[in-house]
Every structure is written in C-alpha cells, then in structure tokens.
C-alpha cells in the first residue's frame, strides 16, 4: 500500500521496521561504490587482447604511410577518423581525433571560445554574460566546466523524448547571452532517454539570437545499447543540421573510453567544415598531434565498426544483468509504497531514481554510513542544487553484480526509512 | 680569405663559380627536410621494445594498485611521477603527468591564466595588455603560443650563458603587464647554449612587478646530450627558487617526447605545492585523468633514470655524426669566408646559424628551390620577425647521415651564393 495512505501510526510501525533493517545492513560492512559509470573489472578485460594488436614487430604505419611514432598529423590518422566516423555516423573528413577525453575536448571547446571566440564572434571573455541551457537531470561533469567559466547556467526541464523544445526555443531566440546548451543525446546521463526525431530535428533548425551558439552534442553512448535486438534510434544531428541550413550549429562529441579502456580511448570531435578551420587555428597552436600510437591500436584492434559492435555487445551482457537486478529489486521494494519513480534505460551507464521531495541528500548520506557510495545528490543539477531534493543517480556498472544486488537492497530500505522519516515529520508539523 | 677584404671583381668570380655548383647541385633533386626537430627513424627503432612491456597477459595495476585501464588518477600515477621527476630532478610530489605534449600543458598553463588568473590574480583576459620576454633566438612553438592569445612578446637578446639578465631585471621589476617568460635553460633550441648557474641564479632572485609572473623553463633536453662524457651542467631551479623565497615562480616542463616516441611520450609539469593546487582546480575539470596506460608503458620500460640514461646514449650516438657532419662541412666550407657563425652545442636538437645580415630569408629560399627544406628563417623570433633576417635553424636529425652531409653541403653553397650576390649588390650601390 503506497505510504501516502498510511496513518501516522502505519508510517512508525514501517520506520521501526527499516531501522532494524538498516541495523542489520550496517553490520554487514559493506563496501559498493555506485557513484561513477566507471566499467567493471570484467569490462576491462574485453579489452586486453588489443595490448597485443601492436608489438615489437609490428609496422606503425598508418595507411598513408606515415610513422605514428613520430610528431605531427594534427587532426588524427585517417583510419582513426573513418572508425570514429561510422561510430557516429559522420564521414570522416568531419572528425578529429585528440587524445584520450572527450570531456577534456568540450572543455577546450569553450575555453577557446572564451580568449578567442566562435568563427570570429567575441571572445566570451570580453562579454558582460554567458548563459547556458542545462537539460536537467545531466551530467554532473559537463556542468563542472560551465561552472568554471563563470557561466550561468539555466535549468532546462527534460522530457522523455528529450529537453523541453518550446522553452530552448524561446530562450535561444530572446537572449543573445545564450551561448549553449549541453546534450547527452543516447541514453541521456543520467535519465537514459534518447532524444526524437522531433526533438533532433528542432535542434536542427534553432535559429538563435547569438551567432555563436553551439549545441555540445555528447554522443558518449551512441553504441552502449543494453538490449542490442532493440536499441533506441537517434537521428544524425551533423546532417540533420546541414538539411536545415544550420550547419555549423552543432559540436558532436564520442570516444572509444566505454568501448576499450576508459583511460585510455580516443576521443573525437566531429563538426561542419568551417567550425574544424576555426578549432583547427587553435589546435596547431595547442598541440603538434595526439598519440597517434594508440589511434592506430585503436583501429587494428577493432577494424571496423562491426568490431565495436561485436565488443559492445560483451559490454552489454556484462552490465545488462546489473541494470536489470538494480530494477529488479527496486520494483520489488519500492514500487507499491508509491513514492519514488526511476528510469528503466535500453542502454548507458545510470538509473536516474526520483524519490520524495527533499529526501535524496538524506538518502545518499545514509547510504554512505551503511557503505554503499552514490553519486552525491544534487550532482545532475547545475551548482549541485536540486530543487526538489529528490534526484539520485545509481551507476551499477562498476560493483560485481552480487554487490549491485546488495547495495540495490540497501538502498531500497534507506529509501524506506528516510522517506518515512520525512513523512511522519511533515505529518507532525501538520 | 674572408669575403669582406674581396674586390667586387673577386667576389663576382666567386659568384660564378657558386652558382655553378648551385646548378650542379639543383640536376641532383635532393629532397631533404631538416626543418624540424624529429627523431630519425633509426631513433624511433630505440623505442619498439616498450611496444612489448605491456600485453594482454600484463598486469595493468600501479604499484599502488589502481587499475591504469580505468578512469582516475587525475596528476598521474606514483611511479610515473617518481620516473620524470627523477628526470627533470625535482620530487614526485611537484610533478603532474599529461598526455602526449608539454607544448600541449604550456599552452594549457596561459589559457588558464587568461580565463582564471593565476593563484588568485586578476584573470588576463580582464586586462589591458599582457607582455611576454622571449630570449632570441628561441622556440617558434613557445612564440606561437603567446602570439595566439595576443601577448606583445619583447625580444631579450641571448648571451652565451642564457638571457640578458641585466634586462630581464630591469623590465620584470618595472612592468606589471609582463607576465612571463619562455626558456630553454639546457640546450636551448635553437642556440644550443646551457644557463649558467648565475642566470639561473638571477632568475631564482627575479622580484617581478607581477605577482602573476612566471618562468615557464622549458626543460626539453635535460639528459639529451651528444656527448655524455661531458654533458652541460644546469642547476635545478625549483630548488634554487625555494631557496630564494621565490618558490612559486616558476613552472617546469618536460616530456619523454624526444626519449621515446615523439608522438606517444608522457608530459610532466613541475611546481611548487601553491601552484600545483591551483592547477589541480582547473585540471579536475578538464579531464578525469591522462592515460596511464601509457604512463605504465613508459615507467615498465625505462625503469629508473639510468634506463633513460642507456636509451639516451643511445640517440647521441646516432645524432653526434649528423651534428659532426654539419659542423665540420660548415667549418671547410664557410669558416674562413668569415661572413658566418654557428653554434656547436653539446645537446639538444639544433645549431643555430648566423649569416651575413639581410640574407636568411633568400637562403632558406634558394635552399628549398633545390629540395633542402630549412626551418622558416625568422621562425626564432617572435612574429616570425628576425631584425637582421641573419638567423637559420639546422636541425640535422631527421634526415640520414648522408643526406644531412649532402644537406649541409647544398647550405653552404646556397650561403656563399646568396651572401656575395648581396655584398655585390651592396658594393655596386656603394
């Protein structure tokens, strides 16, 4: 029976009933960490026979001949570019390839648009204001960089196929200070929707006030399907965008970092003509070239996008079990006390859990002193605020899928009590 | 006989005979690039064995156990730390490992200050006007950097123990708008030439106007000698600004670029703990961590500081004949014309010409015109502006011994052509 129909009486008797419980975990010393969508153990192993593809003997050639060991090739090898491409469904004329982050990339992205500007505009350094749109619940690392430019950031309400359009619309098209908005179009960080037709196409034809704006297209889970019979489908923005007469509006981000090692991938960049001729001018001043070492192990390793394919597919066995025991368990535990909703996502790294106004702090803190690590809460908020209180991203990647069972129970019950505990407090108050 | 003391009779004589030899050495369609400081492909061989430290059978945990393979590890790991800190002799506790490129984390370093500020500053965007002190000659890659974000670089003549110290002072003790300066203490690039204890000395004392200022001491080429046997001599200058009071004045760098494979090395900063806390807030926001599978590949290869040491052996004695070659052929060929001078360093990458005023730019020309490709001549300068268009790079590492010896001789001719053509011209206008 959902809480909200209990009396004040019924609400203690549940509470009773959890602390024990919570008792009973505490004693268990637990150790899970659910906090980052880092890959497991096992996931890293997929990876290992790609430290053989490049010995000793090997030739580090690339196909135009040119010796990765040495200096130079700014914008990657051509191989590398042609694999991130058909990643992304880009061609590779459209790509570069810099080194191991993607993050690190965006934030380049920006710190260059702040001393140098976009295609010529003003730099953002020199302006009164930069504003940014944040489609909220997101990803707690891009909104750290905007965060440090000192830019403001505007919470944009998402939806389930994507952000609210109407209100991205209106603000672009009012409010030149608007500069960006972030996007995690696939399996969204954290809420694990992936965006309309509908939605990529009125990214498309934005038509903002200021000429500088970009939209930061975090493509970070493009191929990360949990359930590859049926993955979801997102339409190409680069080529959306150039349909619409709006090519140099977007920037689209992917790496290899969920695919073989996440410390050691390659990111890409990829962008209409002219955006690459204006970060090109900035990068040959930046760099002399990316490793192109592991661009080239990289490419040998997997060979085609069929072999990213058949790779992510063993990610997917690997991760699926744990999302699935994760829901599960909550579905078991929570669904019918009525007072939490969470994401089921077809693929990603999050489980993003909406529980009762002004309990996740409580919940994520509790849930440390039990041993069981979440992400902080508040982290998918702009300034680490969430309004209501109540958001709580879960990665259960990295645990082993025995922990993510455990630390999925735990969590359940600290759900339990804090929420109970809120309840009867408001009760009281009246 | 020295050009100078020719009648203009002579010296068209001689002109007959250089052309000549200039037509002679055209029908011969060289093709040789020593515009770059690249490793030859014999060097690149030196390094394949790291190509097999790693494989699918290596355990990939650090000596603190962290996973390399996964995220994290944000200022590189131990043992990395340990190695180029060894390197550069500063300890592991002053060191951040990057990536592939220092010129990368240089870059990184002024675009921090411009958004940021520098421990607290005014950010550099914000002001007026920002200066820069370029000893010259110098790195065209460090004035490329300052001239990007728009900082009026000042010429600082080069003695032949460092930098014009007398002026250094004077303009850092003036003028707060200076707020740093490039250097290559050791085997500077291009002249060659070591600091001297008492220029480092002097810079460990600078008393800047600026608070902001800093040295950026590039230390590319600190074990790169050709003659180990008698290797230049640098002091260390974290150590010597600690002792001055002045710990925080300085950022270090270096890289395993030019030890192992230029494109796929590591990157190291080193700083006093002030400043490496400040650029630990800007860096956990650009990157979740650098790759550290490479910075184990490295670490596993070299070992210690005497595996760099034997692998740098190595290298001088494929580089000391190319560097011989040109010298000597140089010496037989221009010495006693008494138009010209260049350096001999004893390590690094480069020998740094001087010829007779106003003719760099139309040999490095002439030079191409026959398929000996030199460094642009003003690239030493800042604005690429050499004020006796005197100055050419030769950096004989690329290209075999053979060609280097064909190279050089090609520049002499070239040289001798080019000069009397300019002293007759001189000589017919009076």
Chains 1, 2 share one sequence.
């Not at 025991?325 to 579905?331: K, M, P, R, Y």
Request: aromatic letters at 10%; charged letters at 25%.
């Amino acid at each position: 029976m959902p809480y909200s129909e209990l009396s004040i009486n019924e609400l203690e008797t549940e509470l009773i009933e959890a602390k024990k419980e919570y008792e009973h975990l505490k004693g268990l010393n637990l150790n899970i960490n659910m906090s980052r969508g880092q890959p497991c153990q096992e996931q890293l192993d997929l990876s290992m026979p790609m430290m053989d593809v490049l010995n000793s003997k090997a030739d580090l050639r690339c196909e135009d001949g040119i010796d990765c060991r040495n200096y130079g090739v700014l914008g990657g090898i051509n191989e590398a570019k042609k694999l991130l491409g058909d990643l992304i469904e880009v061609p590779a004329e459209n790509i570069i390839i810099y080194g191991n982050s993607s993050i690190n990339v965006m934030y380049d992205q920006i710190s260059r648009s702040f001393v140098k500007g976009v295609m010529g505009s003003t730099p953002w350094c020199k302006l009164d204001k930069v504003k940014w749109l944040c489609p909220v619940p997101g990803y707690d690392r891009h909104f750290a960089i905007t965060e440090y430019f000192g830019i403001e950031m505007i919470n944009i309400p998402m939806n389930s196929d994507g952000p609210d359009m109407d209100l991205v619309e209106k603000l672009v098209s009012e409010d030149e200070s608007i500069k960006g908005i972030w996007c995690v179009p696939k399996y969204s960080n954290p809420s694990g929707i992936t965006y309309s037709k509908e939605v990529v196409d009125r990214f498309a034809h934005l038509r903002p006030k200021a000429k500088d704006f970009r939209i930061y297209w975090d493509n970070a889970y493009s191929v990360h399907h949990l359930y590859f019979d049926n993955p979801d489908y997102l339409d190409e923005i680069l080529n959306e965008c150039k349909k619409a007469g709006n090519p140099d509006i977007v920037y689209k981000f992917t790496s290899t970092s969920k695919i073989s090692f996440p410390g050691s991938g390659i990111a890409a960049l990829a962008a209409s003509e002219a955006n690459l001729v204006d970060i090109k001018n900035q990068l040959k001043i930046q760099t002399i070239g990316y490793d192109k070492v592991n661009q080239l192990r990289q490419v040998r390793y997997f060979k085609s996008l069929d072999g990213i394919k058949a790779q992510m597919k063993k990610h997917a066995s690997i991760l699926r079990p744990k999302f699935e025991a994760v829901e599960t368990i909550l579905d078991c535990n929570l669904t019918d006390l009525g007072f939490a909703n969470w994401t089921k996502p077809h693929g990603g790294y999050f489980i993003s859990f909406d529980g009762y106004t002004g309990t996740a702090k409580e919940i994520v803190s509790k849930c440390k002193e039990i041993g069981v690590l979440l992400t902080d809460a508040g982290a998918a908020y702009p300034y680490h605020n969430d309004p209501n209180d109540s958001n709580i991203r879960i990665a259960p990647s990295s645990p082993t899928l025995e922990d993510v069972k455990k630390a999925a129970y735990a969590f359940c019950i600290v759900c339990k009590m804090v929420t109970l505990n809120k309840m009867i407090n408001e009760k009281r108050e009246g």
